[in-house]
């Protein structure tokens, strides 16, 4: 079973940055396609940013397209998320999550297509 962790999480003042960091163990991300999403308080759980097994295709939410990047390192097996020019919306608990298989780049705004998660990390965004 892959385990997903999740580091890197804390305080930003708006305006700033911060990269959270997701390491896999019991597989490989490069073997998957992977996802973060964001939930906060009474909120539902929302797609952020996603990248493809295959060709590292990228797609995003319009609210972070510009402002967040996803990317994989394969030697390091982390997937991570750049997160620039927060906003207090961003505040939430980000999870990243492994999906199987060949799938259109848009499918994974789904949290269906996934089936391994992490637990997450808090970013709060706040002056």
């Known amino acids: 079973q892959v385990q997903l962790v999740e580091s890197g999480g804390g305080l930003v003042q708006p305006g700033g940055s911060l990269r959270v960091s997701c390491g896999a163990s019991?597989?490989?991300?490069?073997?998957?396609?992977m996802g973060w999403f964001r939930q906060a308080p009474g909120k539902e759980r929302e797609f952020v940013a996603a990248?493809?097994?295959?060709?590292?295709?990228?797609y995003y939410a319009d609210s972070v397209k510009g402002r967040f990047t996803i990317s994989r390192d394969n030697a390091k097996n982390t997937v991570y998320l750049q997160m620039n020019s927060l906003k207090p919306e961003d505040t939430a608990v980000y999870h990243c999550?492994?999906?199987?298989?060949?799938?259109?780049?848009?499918?994974?705004?789904?949290?269906?297509?996934?089936?391994?998660w992490g637990q997450g990390t808090q970013v709060t965004v706040s002056s």
């Open positions: 019991g597989g490989t991300v490069s073997s998957y396609n």
């Open positions: 999550a492994a999906a199987p298989g060949f799938v259109i780049i848009s499918s994974l705004v789904n949290p269906y297509e996934y089936i391994y």
């Open positions: 990248i493809s097994r295959s060709y590292g295709i990228t």
